[in-house]
């Protein structure tokens, strides 16, 4: 399963990475990101909220930042052996 990669995809020291999410997925995430980290941290809500608050921002910038998303691929992953069990029944 070693396929080429692109430019787009080598990072700074020249190895291939792999990315699930695009360039308009990628920026929400870290924009959105940002924001639940933000209100986790200003707003006056009890402490476990602003704790989901900052984890929940804090992944989101960091799969936004890499480019991937390792819940994305178990779900397109579950999707796609669902998929193909159907069609054997068939």
């Known amino acids: 399963m070693n396929r080429p990669c692109n430019q787009l995809q080598r990072d700074a020291t020249g190895t291939c990475m792999l990315r699930n999410l695009s360039r ?3 920026w929400g995430r870290v924009l959105g990101g940002a924001v639940l980290m933000g209100l986790g941290l200003t707003l006056s809500v009890p402490f476990w909220v ?6 929940v921002g804090l992944l989101a910038v960091v799969t936004g ?3 991937f998303c ?14 193909f069990s159907s069609e054997e029944e068939a």
């Open 24 to 26: 308009m997925e990628r």
């Open 70 to 83: 390792p819940v994305k691929r178990l779900c397109l992953r579950a999707r796609r052996a669902s998929t």
């Open 50 to 55: 602003e704790e989901v608050a900052e984890t």
């Open 65 to 67: 930042a890499i480019g």
